[in-house]
């Protein structure tokens, strides 16, 4: 397995939860990283990257402000920081690794895939 998203779970609206994704990537530091969701019944979505070096990070319009984006490139991790958390965020959660796609807002410009971490947000 080379990406291993944790740290879903249930949280009331308003709540906040901190996902991981733990990478097993020889050259970690040299793949922009993205974490995308995927809702009941709904196409997967892109929720927010960061860059390589972590100087940049771009975000979905409806997580703006709420979401942040991290990366550790010594440990080989990238977080999301999910506070404000609304029922429409309820989804999977998904870490993805993107080596030279010029994109990151297509699902084919990604080369790995974490597993999925399940998060649920109650009204």
């Known amino acids: 397995v080379q990406l291993q998203a944790s740290g879903g779970g249930l949280v009331q609206a308003g709540g906040s939860l901190r996902l991981s994704c733990a990478a097993s990537l020889r050259t970690f530091s040299r793949y922009n990283m993205a974490w995308w969701r995927q809702a009941p019944g709904k196409e997967r979505e892109f929720v927010a990257a960061?860059?390589?070096?972590?100087?940049?990070?771009y975000y979905r319009d409806s997580v703006k402000g709420r979401f942040t984006i991290s990366r550790d490139n010594a440990k080989n991790m990238v977080f999301l920081q999910m506070n404000s958390l609304k029922p429409e965020d309820t989804a999977v959660y998904y870490c993805?690794?993107?080596?030279?796609?010029?994109?990151?807002?297509?699902?084919?410009?990604?080369?790995?895939w974490g597993q999925g971490t399940q998060v649920t947000v109650s009204s």
């Open positions: 993805g690794a993107n080596l030279f796609g010029e994109s990151y807002y297509f699902e084919h410009e990604y080369d790995h």
């Open positions: 960061i860059n390589w070096s972590g100087g940049s990070t």
